[in-house]
T-cell receptor
Framework: AQSVAQPEDQVNVAEGNPLTVKCTYSVSGNPYLFWYVQYPNRGLQFLLKYITGDNLVKGSYGFEAEFNKSQTSFHLKKPSALVSDSALYFCAVIPPPLVSASRIIFGSGTRLSIRP | DTGVSQDPRHKITKRGQNVTFRCDPISEHNRLYWYRQTLGQGPEFLTYFQNEAQLEKSRLLSDRFSAERPKGSFSTLEIQRTEQGDSAMYLC?????????????FGPGTRLTVT
């Protein structure tokens, strides 16, 4: 079955430190990969995506993610965390066939908590 | 605000009642999606439309659920004979397919509580 795994329910980081939120996927072929963020009482917001090309993709709010095909991973990173980054983060994939590119499969989410 | 909007934001209903939710996508987007999100989980795909055509439905979409997008613009999701297990956040998203972008833009959701 196609799935996305976020092994950490919560990640705690001190402000100013680098952060990593982990994601691995189990999908046949080469999917599209995404990160979304969800703030309280607000909808999911698109952060970044990997379609093809450079394995390191940059997105909104200083976030970046590294695609690793051999490890089927797409970890989210930021060099210096801010308190305002505290939110719920979802890794997601669109599995092949990409020509139809319909449903997104989401991970279960990782709550990121940045302490001052 | 030109984002995806959903109405109502909250709905409390008694078991057995019917409910209907509305989603207005970003105006130029040709695809519209419905997802369901329960506490502690990521959103789960329910169905999607390309223009007015409903192209895919998840196994999660039982026969009590029906979705429409009659004019290829807004969409409605109806749940008949609601059950307590239907309590969840219902998310709508839209996207513009054919321009090389694949990200979906989400509305704020409708939180359904079935008592």
């Amino acid at each position: 079955a196609q799935s996305v795994a976020q092994p950490e329910d919560q990640v705690n980081v001190a402000e100013g430190n680098p952060l990593t939120v982990k994601c691995t996927y189990s999908v046949s072929g080469n999917p599209y990969l995404f990160w979304y963020v969800q703030y309280p009482n607000r909808g999911l917001q698109f952060l970044l995506k990997y379609i093809t090309g450079d394995n390191l993709v940059k997105g909104s709010y200083g976030f970046e993610a590294e695609f690793n095909k051999s490890q089927t991973s797409f970890h989210l990173k930021k060099p210096s965390a801010l308190v305002s980054d505290s939110a719920l983060y979802f890794c997601a994939v669109i599995p092949p066939p990409l020509v139809s590119a319909s449903r997104i499969i989401f991970g279960s989410g990782t709550r990121l908590s940045i302490r001052p | 605000d030109t984002g995806v909007s959903q109405d109502p934001r909250h709905k409390i209903t008694k078991r057995g009642q019917n409910v209907t939710f509305r989603c207005d996508p970003i105006s130029e987007h040709n695809r519209l999606y419905w997802y369901r999100q329960t506490l502690g989980q990521g959103p789960e795909f329910l169905t999607y439309f390309q223009n007015e055509a409903q192209l895919e439905k998840s196994r999660l979409l039982s026969d009590r659920f029906s979705a429409e997008r009659p004019k290829g613009s807004f969409s409605t999701l109806e749940i008949q004979r609601t059950e307590q297990g239907d309590s969840a956040m219902y998310l709508c998203a839209s996207s513009l397919v054919g321009q090389g972008s694949h990200e979906q833009y989400f509305g704020p959701g409708t939180r359904l509580t079935v008592t």
